[in-house]
């Protein structure tokens, strides 16, 4: 019977190296593919337990770490990407912004010119042009109103005054006619009286 229980002792230990060595096996091919979370719920699946321990093998503790760290630094060179190209997008956004702020620049230049242009040097914006030359066009007809109404002024102040002067010429005309009539008369009446007293 010891001989039995031996026997059944070595072959019960023998199934149970076979199994851990399948599933150390299997183990190794399942850390080597997956998340690290599941690599980890396959650690937990597969370790031993030892009171409330959980007992793990050295091979796949090192082997996790390993994955660790790789991802780690798979995750690091990917930050580091990911920041060269968020710093070359900065870049670039700096550089379109540049051409932005300069095309904004030659648009509101061309929008000047083609508003303005040049009269006697000078760029003049086409409405203060426009206002200007209103401006000047409403001088003008000032200057010609009131032109006009001081010719009229003028012209009636001539008339007035050719209409006195003609009056006081005809007034002067008939005071030397009458002038002249008394010297005559006088004259006569001189003659008359040197005749008179000749005779």
């Known amino acids: 019977m010891m001989k039995i229980s031996y026997f059944l002792f070595a072959a019960l230990m023998g199934v149970n190296f076979s199994l851990q060595a399948q599933v ?7 850390l080597d593919s997956g998340t690290i979370a599941e690599q980890f719920e396959y650690l937990k699946n597969t370790s031993s337990n030892y009171q409330e321990y959980k007992v793990v093998s050295r091979s796949q503790l090192d082997k996790i770490e390993s994955n660790i760290l790789d991802s780690i630094n798979s995750y690091q060179s990917s930050v580091q990407e990911l920041k060269q190209q ?19 620049a030659d648009y509101d230049q061309a929008v000047a010119e083609r508003d303005s242009f040049t009269f006697l040097g000078m760029l003049l914006h086409k409405n203060y042009y426009n206002n200007l030359v209103w401006g000047i066009i409403i001088l003008l007809l000032l200057v010609l109103i009131i032109s006009f109404f001081r010719f009229k002024r003028g012209h009636r102040i001539t008339a007035e005054t050719q ?12 005071h030397r006619r009458n002038t002249l009539e ?13 005749n008179n007293k000749d005779t």
């Open 163 to 174: 209409q006195t002067l003609e009056d006081l010429r005809e007034e002067f005309e008939q």
């Open 86 to 104: 968020l710093n070359q997008n900065k870049e670039q956004i700096n550089a379109l912004n540049e051409k932005l702020s300069a095309t904004a």
């Open 24 to 30: 150390e096996t299997s183990g190794t091919s399942s």
């Open 182 to 194: 008394r010297e005559r008369k006088l004259n006569r009446q001189l003659v008359d009286a040197l």
